[in-house]
């Protein structure tokens, strides 16, 4: 795939930061400073580049609930940052991206960290558009707990 024209800033950033120790905790703080809601989950980044984002939450008091598994809000919160950092360092420059929806399946219950992976296997963007961002998401054994779509609407930073 060719993601050339896509926004090499933040993705730049990532892979400077990951050569250091703590570096990719550093990117994750940045990110979380950028968009403060993420950091109710401590989101910990383990690969970024276009069309590909892995990104987990630790399994803590701060994101269980009453039954002592990861809540379903906070899965939903790592799906949503997990599509948009994937956006970020997909689509080109000239373009901008906004969630309009998500659709979500709670396949299990959660009883460990959790790791969501977003991918998208496209490479133009002639116009503005919906797309659909699919993330998955798997505890520390593998098994999928959640199924979710990010939908994504990508438009000309000119226009829209």
């Not at 997990?82 to 906004?98: D, F, H, N, Q, Y």
Request: aromatic content about 8%; proline content about 6%; overall charge positive.
């Amino acid at each position: 795939m060719n993601y050339a024209s896509a926004d090499p800033a933040v993705l730049r950033h990532f892979q400077r930061l990951s050569r250091w120790p703590l570096g990719r905790w550093l990117f994750a703080r940045i990110v979380c400073f950028n968009a403060p809601y993420f950091a109710t989950i401590k989101p910990r980044f383990s690969e970024l580049r276009p069309g590909l984002c892995q990104v987990s939450l630790r399994k803590r008091r701060a994101v269980q609930n009453h039954i002592g598994t990861v809540h379903a809000i906070a899965i939903a919160n790592l799906c949503e940052l997990a599509a948009g950092m994937l956006m970020e360092v997909t689509i080109p420059t000239t373009m901008r991206w906004i969630p309009r929806g998500m659709t979500i399946e709670y396949l299990r219950k959660a009883h460990s960290s959790v790791t969501a992976m977003a991918r998208l296997d496209k490479s133009e963007w002639p116009q503005a558009e919906d797309v659909a961002v699919p993330v998955s998401v798997t505890d520390t054994r593998g098994t999928e707990v959640v199924r979710a779509v990010i939908a994504m609407y990508v438009s000309d930073r000119k226009t829209s």
